[in-house]
Structures are given as structure tokens and as C-alpha cells.
């Protein structure tokens, strides 16, 4: 009976400005667990209007399995970290970008700097996106591949908005008309 191996998707997580030794810690333990990780890597912050930029990577699609079978315990437990790691930076503010690359495409989900509460509700509603995701990437018409969707989350409208789609040659991005549900 031969061995088998199961090949455990990767994430990666990089910090722009800081986190505390115990947020650094907990974000690197839950994504152990599920992931193959290393340490989170740190870059000076650009954006002088914020305390800290937390970006995952997960090399997985973004689909429903990634939610319900793949990371379930521990998307509960990286969304309560990364609402703890705003919360602690008060009136400096945290932002967010979850990102899914997997086969030739990238999903990028942006918080920017918005209140504790909205921080929240943008990432519970990641996990709640998928079909509308698919539909979203679906209705790309172009001859050139879809290869990166960025979706922001409007605090104001509690939604993500502003979906920004991005051919194979990165330029020049598409703006997705929610309304008339096509590519502009």
C-alpha cells in the first residue's frame, strides 16, 4: 500500500507597519494549522494615514469549500484576530486585503481605514460572497483573460462595491457596473 500525501495550500501574510508579538503570533498559529506558512514578513507602511496593513494570501480559490471544508474553525478565528489587531489601533486604524490566487487568477479583497464595527462586517462578508463572485467574474467578455478581480468594501453602504477587473496584460482595468451587470 503506497503513502499519500496530502499537499497542504500555502498562505502568506505581510504586514505593512506592525503588530504586537501576540497578534503576530496568533495569525501565524491559526494559518498553521490549516496551511503551509512561514512567519509573517514586515515592509515599512507607505500610507501615513494608517497603523498597520495586514495582507493574506491564501493559495487556494475562492469558493465555498475554501470556507466550509477547507478553514472552518480557523476563518472563524483569523477574522477575531484581525478585528482585534483594529480595534487595538483605535483612531490610527488598520487596514485589510484578503487575497485568493489560485490558477492564473487574483481575488482581492480591500478594508481600508474604516471603524471597528464596518472593519467587522466586511470580513464576515467574505465568506458570504462566492456565487456573487462567480457571477461577477463570469460576465468578463473580454478575449483577454480575466486574471485579477479587486472588490472594496464601502463602510457606508456596509458592501463591497468598486469591483475593478484586470486583464492578463494589467492594463487598463475594467470597472463592473453593478447595475447593468457588465464590464466598463
Known amino acids: 500500500m503506497a503513502l499519500q500525501f496530502k499537499v497542504r495550500p500555502r498562505a502568506e501574510v505581510l504586514v505593512e507597519g506592525e503588530l504586537s508579538p501576540f497578534e503576530h503570533e496568533?495569525?501565524?498559529?491559526?494559518l498553521k494549522k490549516t496551511f503551509s506558512v512561514s512567519q509573517p514578513s514586515y515592509i515599512?507602511?507607505?500610507?501615513?494615514d494608517l497603523a498597520t496593513r495586514v495582507t493574506i494570501t491564501f493559495q487556494h480559490s475562492y469558493d465555498s469549500s475554501f470556507f466550509n471544508q477547507v478553514f472552518v474553525e480557523g476563518w472563524r478565528d483569523l477574522k477575531s484576530i484581525l478585528k482585534e489587531v483594529r480595534h487595538r489601533r483605535g483612531g490610527a486604524g488598520a487596514a485589510f486585503n484578503v487575497t485568493f490566487n489560485?490558477?492564473?487568477f487574483i481575488l482581492v479583497f480591500k478594508i481600508g481605514l474604516i471603524d471597528s464595527e464596518r472593519v467587522s462586517s466586511g470580513l464576515d462578508q467574505i465568506g458570504y460572497l462566492t456565487s456573487?463572485?462567480?457571477k461577477?467574474?463570469?460576465?468578463?467578455?473580454?478575449t483577454e483573460p480575466l486574471a485579477e478581480l479587486e472588490c472594496f468594501f464601502d463602510g457606508?453602504?456596509?458592501?463591497?462595491?468598486g469591483f475593478r477587473g484586470y486583464g492578463l496584460s494589467g492594463q487598463p482595468s475594467l470597472k463592473f457596473d453593478e447595475e447593468r451587470f457588465t464590464w466598463a
Open 136 to 142: 461577477v467574474k463570469d460576465s468578463w467578455t473580454r
Open 102 to 104: 489560485h490558477n492564473s
Open 132 to 134: 456573487i463572485i462567480k
Open 156 to 161: 457606508s453602504s456596509d458592501r463591497y462595491r
Open 26 to 30: 496568533r495569525i501565524f498559529q491559526i
Open 44 to 48: 515599512e507602511l507607505p500610507d501615513e
